[in-house]
């Protein structure tokens, strides 16, 4: 006796949402002669963390500004392939109009108007916004960052920590869909780094907003994000979970300190030539 075969039609496959940015093989020219990124590719799924990690002169910063349009003020383009937020193409529009879209960017060094208050920096943020609740997304940003609400004179007496937090907050008060975090560690103390992520993690958890984090501290990086990518002359060479990324071999070696228990003897530096494998 034959068995029967089941004929009847199978659901079809749940389609893959698309990602909320979508970054097509693009090459950036700074000057009309420098390229610095060289066919880059990447995604950004809605509501994640994901974090771009690379040494110095890797092309990071420069991915930033081609999402955001910040290369124009640096005489750079994006001279091939796409960007896409949303499903729409973003790249060569002007970054007003980028940011009205859904994305902000929280610059390398904060960047705070020094010369003006806390509360002035929050409601310059919110300068697209064209609705009666800035007031209230003032006392949201107090209650991720109690700290500025007590610094009630210029911002450029902020200490460090608190113009990174300025900053955040600043970027909040547009409502974006998106933040593009440009090393928002960068000369804060390891107790201040701890706690400015842990406020990443938990502004992405409570209000949904998706986050591209450039930073070099990849261990504080890979702790809040959910994926990776490696850069290195203005090219992914690696990407993974951020679980992956933590136990890759020359990951430990290269951006977390050492690769496990197995440390390698530097005596003999002048022979030493560092190798990796993606490379």
Same mark, same amino acid.
């Given at each position: 006796?034959?068995?029967?075969?089941?004929?009847?039609?199978?659901?079809?496959?749940?389609?893959?949402?698309?990602?909320?940015?979508?970054?097509?093989?693009?090459?950036?020219?700074?000057?009309?002669?420098?390229?610095?990124?060289?066919?880059?590719?990447?995604?950004?799924?809605?509501?994640?963390?994901?974090?771009?990690?690379?040494?110095?002169?890797?092309?990071?910063?420069?991915?930033?500004?081609?999402?955001?349009?910040?290369?124009? *003020?640096?005489?750079?383009?994006?001279?091939?392939?796409?960007?896409?937020?949303?499903?729409?193409?973003?790249?060569?529009?002007?970054?007003?109009?980028?940011?009205?879209?859904?994305?902000?960017?929280?610059?390398?060094?904060?960047?705070?108007?020094?010369?003006?208050?806390?509360?002035?920096?929050?409601?310059?943020?919110?300068?697209?916004?064209?609705?009666?609740?800035?007031?209230?997304?003032?006392?949201?940003?107090?209650?991720?960052?109690?700290?500025?609400?007590?610094?009630?004179?210029?911002?450029?007496?902020?200490?460090?920590?608190?113009?990174?937090?300025?900053?955040?907050?600043?970027?909040?008060?547009?409502?974006?869909?998106?933040?593009?975090?440009?090393?928002?560690?960068?000369?804060?103390?390891?107790?201040?780094?701890?706690?400015?992520?842990?406020?990443?993690?938990?502004?992405?958890?409570?209000?949904?907003?998706?986050?591209?984090?450039?930073?070099?501290?990849?261990?504080?990086?890979?702790?809040?994000?959910?994926?990776?990518?490696?850069?290195?002359?203005?090219?992914?060479?690696?990407?993974? *979970?951020?679980?992956?990324?933590?136990?890759?071999?020359?990951?430990?070696?290269?951006?977390?300190?050492?690769?496990?228990?197995?440390?390698?003897?530097?005596?003999?530096?002048?022979?030493?030539?560092?190798?990796?494998?993606?490379?």
């Amino acid at each position: 006796m034959q068995p029967m075969i089941d004929t009847s039609p199978r659901p079809a496959a749940a389609p893959t949402p698309a990602p909320l940015l979508d970054i097509r093989n693009i090459e950036v020219v700074y000057d009309d002669v420098i390229l610095v990124l060289r066919g880059l590719s990447m995604e950004v799924p809605k509501g994640a963390i994901v974090a771009l990690l690379g040494a110095n002169g890797a092309g990071k910063s420069t991915t930033l500004k081609a999402i955001s349009g910040l290369l124009k *003020t640096e005489d750079g383009e994006v001279t091939r392939g796409e960007i896409l937020f949303d499903n729409e193409r973003i790249d060569g529009i002007d970054p007003d109009k980028i940011v009205r879209r859904g994305i902000f960017q929280v610059m390398e060094g904060r960047r705070i108007v020094s010369d003006m208050t806390s509360l002035e920096n929050l409601r310059l943020g919110a300068f697209t916004r064209k609705d009666n609740e800035v007031s209230t997304d003032i006392e949201m940003v107090y209650d991720y960052f109690p700290r500025l609400k007590e610094r009630t004179g210029l911002a450029g007496y902020l200490s460090g920590g608190e113009q990174q937090m300025l900053a955040i907050g600043r970027a909040l008060m547009a409502r974006p869909k998106m933040i593009l975090m440009d090393e928002p560690s960068m000369g804060l103390s390891p107790l201040l780094v701890k706690e400015v992520f842990a406020i990443i993690r938990k502004i992405n958890r409570d209000l949904g907003v998706t986050i591209l984090l450039v930073e070099q501290n990849a261990r504080a990086a890979l702790s809040v994000a959910s994926h990776g990518y490696i850069m290195e002359q203005g090219k992914v060479v690696l990407e993974g *979970t951020a679980d992956e990324l933590r136990d890759n071999e020359d990951v430990k070696e290269f951006y977390l300190g050492g690769a496990g228990d197995q440390r390698k003897s530097f005596k003999n530096l002048k022979s030493f030539k560092r190798r990796k494998r993606w490379l």
